[in-house]
């Protein structure tokens, strides 16, 4: 399921680029390009959820997705993120014991976005819409 806003806000970005050029510009979709969109929507797809980058765009965090705006964790990878948590705080805690200053600042931005994440995603499953499915159409009495 895609946020809305996304969904909204790249819908008036085609109209726009609809209205921009001229409706002899537009061709039929190849197999192999519907081929390559769809493929760069799977390859969004990492452990806690999925990234909303825009299509043909690459990674710019380097898959440090925990710190990425673009990361939307999948309300069912809530237990898993306590286990992260606990993992990130023991970390901190021997970067901290052993003096790597630079590793407890990172450990500590890590936390903040994964905090900050970990919120939104519950807020977001106490108002999300239960999935319904896709509807079937009964063939004609």
């Not at 002899?24 to 190849?30: A, H, Q, R, W």
């Not at 390009?33 to 909303?52: A, N, P, Q, Y």
């Not at 890590?110 to 108002?127: C, G, I, N, S």
């Amino acid at each position: 399921m895609f946020n809305e806003d996304v969904v909204r806000h790249y819908q008036e970005f085609l109209d726009y680029r609809r209205q921009a050029r001229s409706a002899d510009e537009y061709k039929p979709v190849t197999d192999s390009e519907w081929s390559e969109f769809e493929e760069h929507f799977d390859r969004r797809k990492v452990e806690l959820g999925g990234c909303t980058r825009p299509y043909g765009s690459g990674c710019q965090h380097e898959h440090a997705c925990l710190r990425c705006p673009m990361l939307a964790i999948t309300p069912k990878m809530l237990p898993r993120l306590d286990e992260i948590e606990d993992d990130l705080t023991a970390r901190r805690a021997r970067a901290e014991h052993e003096a790597w200053l630079g590793e407890v600042e990172g450990i500590d931005l890590t936390l903040t976005f994964f905090r900050q994440k970990r919120d939104e995603t519950r807020r977001l499953a106490r108002v999300a819409p239960d999935e319904l499915g896709i509807p079937v159409v009964a063939a004609p009495l």
